[in-house]
């Protein structure tokens, strides 16, 4: 059995999905992701989604749900190449929000990880892997997008050592 992360669950009371800009499998999905942050039996969840099916769109709904209803304050992104960060920053700019419609970046900021780290005001922040892996490691990280960093892909599994000292 995983350990318990973020609040307990009953404090994840949100509410109803609003179904209607949503595919079956997307419904699924993000029902899904919030059954498992409420029930809280793993550290761990996984949606897979076919190509085109809409998982960045799924994704952007969930994170503004849990940032609306459910008491997340920030939400790290992660993508596995810098050109899919930039597909998904226009994504969160462009997602209209239920109710209201405003555009999620005009309600949370959503910024891209840069050597400074995460900065206190962004609500998302979307990175690749590689970059993170940097920063928590105390390596320098470029500035903007850096090819060899962020679309860089170990022939082999890469060991991860963690610095505590980065964690904020």
């Known amino acids: 059995m995983g350990r318990r992360y973020g609040p307990a669950a009953p404090d994840l009371a949100l509410p109803p999905l609003d179904i209607d800009p949503l595919r079956p499998a997307q419904i699924t999905a993000i029902e899904g992701i919030e059954r498992s942050l409420a029930e809280q039996r793993f550290d761990r969840s996984l949606v897979q989604m ?3 099916a809409g998982k960045t769109y799924t994704a952007v709904t969930g994170c503004y749900r849990l940032l609306k209803h459910g008491g997340f304050t920030r ?3 992660l ?3 810098n050109n899919l960060a930039d597909q998904t920053l226009a994504e969160f700019q462009n997602y209209r929000t239920p109710g209201d419609g405003r555009r999620f970046t005009e309600l949370y900021n959503v910024d891209k990880l840069t050597s400074a780290g995460m900065l206190a005001s962004s609500s998302v922040v979307i990175s690749t ?3 993170v892996y940097r920063v928590l490691s105390g390596e320098a990280v470029p500035e903007g997008d850096g090819p060899g960093l962020d679309d860089y892909v170990p022939d082999a599994p890469v060991t991860v050592a ?3 000292a980065h964690q904020r």
């Open 79 to 81: 993508v596995d190449r």
């Open 50 to 52: 076919a190509t085109s």
């Open 75 to 77: 939400i790290l992104f």
């Open 162 to 164: 963690y610095n505590g």
């Open 129 to 131: 892997i590689q970059r």
